[in-house]
Each structure stands twice: as C-alpha cells, then as structure tokens.
C-alpha cells in the first residue's frame, strides 16, 4: 500500500469536514470536495456573484472550512492545519484525485449516489490508492460491485465517528474482494497516525455500532411517544448526569443530521428479511415529519433543539 502523503475527502458535510480536520491534523495534505450548488442563493444573486466564479464553485468546501474554525477554538485549531485542507469541487477538481494516496467518500447516505462517485473515481484512479467510504452502514460490497476487479481490491469501509476529531473509534470494514494488505495496512494507519481504535467488523447492514445504536434511537422515540416523556426528560438522565459528556439522545440526534438518522435506519429496514427485525427499525412519522419540514439537526439550524 501507498504511504499516505495526501488524501482527498469528497463530501464536506457533518463527517467530510470533521475527517479532512483530523487528517490535516495528523500532517496529511487534503483535497475536499463537494457538489457545485445548482443555483446561487438569493445573496449571492443580490451581490451580481455568477455560478462560474471559482469561490462560488467551492461554496460548500470552502464553507465546511470556515465552519471548522468556528467549531475548533484554540488550542485545538491551528491555522496550519486549515492550510494542509484544500477546497474543491467535483465538477473541476475531479482528475486531481489521481494525486490522491487514500480517497475517502462521505457523500450522503444514498447507495445510488455512491456507486455513481465509486465508477467515477474509477476513471481518474491512479493503481495503489485506497478508497474508503464512511457509509454509516451500507454494504461495500453493493458499492464495490460499481468497480472494476482492480480498484475493487483497494475498496473498504473507515466508518468515523461523530465528531471524527474527538471520537477515537473507527469500524473497519473490509468487503469480499478486498485485499488482505489494504485491510492491515488501513488499520496500521488509523491507529498508528490517526490514533483511533480499530474495531473490524462485518459488511452486515449498519455494521456492529449502527446495527445497534440505530435501534436504540428508535426504541427511545417509540416509548417517548407511548409513555409521554419529554426531550428533555430522556436527555436529562442519558447525559452529562450519567457520565456522557454531551451524547445525550436527542442532542447526538440533532448533531448526527435527522436526514441521516433516517436513511441509516431505512438501510436495516430494507435490507433485512426477518418481519420482526423490521418492524425494529420502521422510522416514525415524527421523524420523517421533520425533515420533510427542513428541520435536519445541528446543520439545519433546528432539530430536536433550536440552535439559536
Ligand atoms: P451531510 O448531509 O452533512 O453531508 C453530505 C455532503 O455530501 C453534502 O455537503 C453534499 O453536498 C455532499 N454530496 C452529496 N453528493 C455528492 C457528490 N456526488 N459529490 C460530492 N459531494 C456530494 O452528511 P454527513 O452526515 O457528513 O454524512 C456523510 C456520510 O458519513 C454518510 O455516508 C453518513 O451515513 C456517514 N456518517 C455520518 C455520521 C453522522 O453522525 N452524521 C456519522 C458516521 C458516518
């Protein structure tokens, strides 16, 4: 395997940003990119910006890097580190992932969407490169299959942990084509560079961590509503008073991304035959009420709490 000199995270979202940190923290250059907007917002508009001008291609990188300032406050955050992260978009920037040693997809939880990207790294795949996905539970085999046997090899799951700077835990999760060396050699690097603790695990939908934190999330919202307990209630005894310095139900809830939640407990839903497991992990109206309103969490200004 490759010796990771510079990596490329497309999706600069919740994960994509807080990764591409912990990356440039650890001395790793970073290449991040996200989608081009489909249209200018009405400020950009009212201040004659045009979709061809370079920093409005970059919006969301480039946001996603202001927003690490903001959310990394001394000592933690470094300038030099912002400057080892360069914005990109995936319309312009694409070939330049061909300079890329590690290639990690954090795009939105949608398989469609992810083997799409998958067949289009392939293009631009220079032989070695690893291409990890932070799929919250996906099946890699399912993505893997968009490739090539070559590429395949080099394809397996680095599920982070939110927020990925802080959280030292990360699933690995190997595909059936994987090669063995990628695997060991993955592990050595989240461990030995990035300090996380390494937890292999099977390519089973949502994996061990999802598999069952999914499903206490939902037992939770099911005896919220039959028994009448409050948000605030549940936060109250499973945070900070028992240990938990802030992983309150609702507030990780809020910080996951309520879209998120949805799309990572539809995944056990559809993709497991047994009707009792199902109904285990069947989304309640009262989320998906939610984000049909817009309310996505922490990134969407309003979830379960306000964000003033
Ligand atoms: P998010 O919604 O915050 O961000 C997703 C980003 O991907 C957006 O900025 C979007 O514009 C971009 N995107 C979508 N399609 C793209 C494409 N084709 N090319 C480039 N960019 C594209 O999502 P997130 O919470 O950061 O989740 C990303 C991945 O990480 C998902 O697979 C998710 O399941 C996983 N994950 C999320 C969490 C969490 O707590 N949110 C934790 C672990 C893993």
């Known amino acids: 395997m490759k010796t990771i000199r510079t990596a490329a995270v497309i999706g600069s979202g919740v994960m994509g940003a807080g990764i591409a940190a912990h990356l440039a923290n650890a001395g790793i250059r970073v290449l991040m990119l996200d989608r081009v907007p489909d249209r200018l917002s009405p400020q950009d508009e009212a201040a004659g910006k045009s979709l061809a001008d370079p920093e409005v291609r970059n919006r969301l990188a480039a946001e996603a890097i202001l927003r690490l300032k903001?959310?990394?406050?001394?000592?933690?955050?470094?300038?030099?580190?912002?400057?080892?992260?360069?914005?990109?978009?995936?319309?312009?920037?694409?070939?330049?992932?061909?300079?890329?040693?590690?290639?990690?997809?954090?795009?939105t939880e949608r398989l469609d969407w992810k083997r799409e990207l998958l067949a289009r790294i392939e293009k631009v795949w220079t032989p070695g490169t690893v291409v990890s996905s932070n799929t919250s539970g996906i099946s890699i085999a399912a993505m893997a299959e968009s490739v090539g046997e070559s590429m395949r090899t080099h394809v397996l799951g680095t599920h982070f942990f939110n927020p990925p700077r802080y959280m030292p835990l990360v699933e690995l999760i190997p595909g059936p084509?994987?090669?063995?060396?990628?695997?060991?050699?993955?592990?050595?690097?989240?461990?030995?560079?990035?300090?996380?603790g390494v937890v292999i695990a099977k390519d089973t939908p949502n994996f061990i961590a999802n598999r069952i934190g999914t499903y206490g999330l939902l037992v939770t919202l099911k005896l919220m509503t039959e028994h009448g307990y409050t948000v605030e209630e549940i936060d109250a005894v499973t945070g900070p008073a028992i240990g938990r310095p802030k992983s309150a139900t609702f507030r990780t809830l809020d910080l996951v991304g309520l879209d998120t939640f949805v799309h990572v407990a539809n995944n056990v839903y559809e993709h497991v035959d047994d009707p009792k497991e199902k109904e285990n992990f069947a989304v309640p109206g009262l989320l998906t009420d939610m984000v049909r309103r817009g309310w996505l969490g922490e990134k969407g200004g309003q979830g379960f709490y306000k964000k003033l």
């Open 70 to 107: 903001k959310t990394n406050p001394a000592p933690f955050y470094d300038e030099r580190y912002a400057e080892r992260i360069m914005p990109g978009n995936v319309e312009d920037d694409f070939a330049r992932l061909g300079e890329a040693d590690w290639i990690i997809e954090a795009i």
């Open 177 to 196: 084509f994987t090669d063995a060396a990628i695997v060991s050699g993955m592990e050595q690097v989240l461990e030995q560079r990035l300090g996380k």
